[in-house]
Structure formats: structure tokens, C-alpha cells
């Protein structure tokens, strides 16, 4: 069984820093394409960042390119969101998800993911 647990979340204060991680377990996590998104009050579920598994290509949305970074740690089985020069903007409640099958260019859509982890809150301030 697919369980993620995600952890970092927090207040900052804008062009703070934060660090999210995703702690994946019940199964083999180098099989897995691995995701974050992101839920702002009111709206929808966004892509943030699709990390293509082990040794693959990373992709971002374009309002994080250049801020956000992620990384796979295969022998802890976690998955980092490092989110720099924060903005207000980006306060949300941030997910982590898994999918077996490579969602392709739909990777912003939360549609293609089939596992979520429960969320963690990121709040900043102006």
C-alpha cells in the first residue's frame, strides 16, 4: 500500500525559504514518477514540480521555475520540494503524489496522480 507523509510546512516570512519532504513508503519507490502540487483557497489543484523517475528529467511549473527545487533520495525513499524566494503567492496547501505510469504532459493535472499524501501548509506573509 502506497502511503506518502509530507512534513516542512510552515510560516515565512516573503524571500524566505522552506523545505518540504515527502516520505514514501509500501513501495518501490524507483519505479514511481513522483510529484508536488499545490491548493490555494477557492482554487484548483496545481503542478509544481513532476520529478521523472530515478535519473530522469524534472519539470516545473512556470511560476516556480527558478525558485523551487526538487530532489529524490532513493536510500531514504523521500522526496524534497526546496521552495526559495517565496512569495506570497505561494501560500497553499502542498501535496505530494505518486503515479506508476508516466502522466506525461498532464503532469499538472491532479487527474493523472493515483496517490496523495495528506498535505502540509505553507503560509507567506507580505
Known amino acids: 500500500q502506497v502511503q506518502l507523509v509530507e512534513s516542512g510546512g510552515g510560516s515565512v516570512q516573503a524571500g524566505g525559504s522552506l523545505r518540504l519532504s515527502c516520505a514514501a513508503s509500501g513501495y518501490d519507490f524507483s519505479l514511481y514518477y513522483m510529484g508536488w502540487f499545490r491548493q490555494a483557497p477557492g482554487k484548483e489543484r496545481e503542478g509544481v514540480a513532476f520529478n521523472y523517475r530515478l535519473g530522469g528529467v524534472t519539470s516545473y511549473a512556470d511560476s516556480v521555475k527558478g525558485r523551487f527545487t526538487v530532489s529524490r533520495d532513493s536510500a531514504k525513499n523521500t522526496f524534497d520540494l526546496q521552495m526559495d524566494s517565496l512569495k506570497p503567492e505561494d501560500t497553499a496547501m502542498y501535496y505530494c503524489?505518486?503515479?506508476?505510469?508516466?502522466?506525461?504532459?498532464?503532469?499538472?493535472?491532479?487527474?493523472?496522480?493515483?496517490?496523495w499524501g495528506q498535505g502540509t501548509q505553507v503560509t507567506v506573509s507580505s
Open positions: 503524489a505518486a503515479v506508476l505510469s508516466s502522466p506525461g504532459d498532464s503532469w499538472q493535472h491532479a487527474t493523472a496522480w493515483d496517490f
